[in-house]
């Protein structure tokens, strides 16, 4: 079955730093772009950052350019987001997902998988 088991989140002041990991199996890995999305309280679902199959190419969301990285590793399975200089805006449950970008030709199709989410939370 394919699985997409993500950790990291949690309670972190402004300022501060957090790295989110997802892990997957049940599917081809490296055939796959990675993504990191994100839904706050009230708000819709907003991509983040995305990672082109083997790493090469990597897009982010403007509100998070120079803060985020998202970075992957396909011999181990896992897709990365580190998070720097958090700030309240932040807050948001985490998703991590598996779908099919073309970073030269800029189309991006949505996710096939997804993981159970996790939530960050960003306070003083």
């Known amino acids: 079955q394919v699985q997409l088991v993500e950790s990291g989140g949690g309670l972190v002041q402004p300022g501060g730093s957090l790295r989110l990991s997802c892990v997957a199996s049940?599917?081809?890995?490296?055939?796959?772009?990675m993504s990191w999305y994100r839904q706050a309280p009230g708000k819709e679902r907003e991509l983040v950052a995305t990672i082109s199959t083997l790493g090469i190419n990597t897009n982010y969301a403007d509100s998070v350019k120079g803060r985020f990285t998202i970075s992957r590793a396909n011999a181990k399975n896992i897709v990365v987001l580190q998070m720097n200089s958090l700030t309240r805006e932040d807050t948001a449950v985490y998703y991590c997902?598996?779908?099919?970008?073309?970073?030269?030709?800029?189309?991006?199709?949505?996710?096939?998988?997804w993981g159970q989410g996790t939530k960050v939370t960003v306070s003083s």
């Open positions: 049940g599917f081809t890995f490296s055939n796959y772009a």
């Open positions: 997902s598996a779908g099919n970008w073309n970073a030269y030709s800029g189309t991006y199709y949505a996710p096939d998988y």
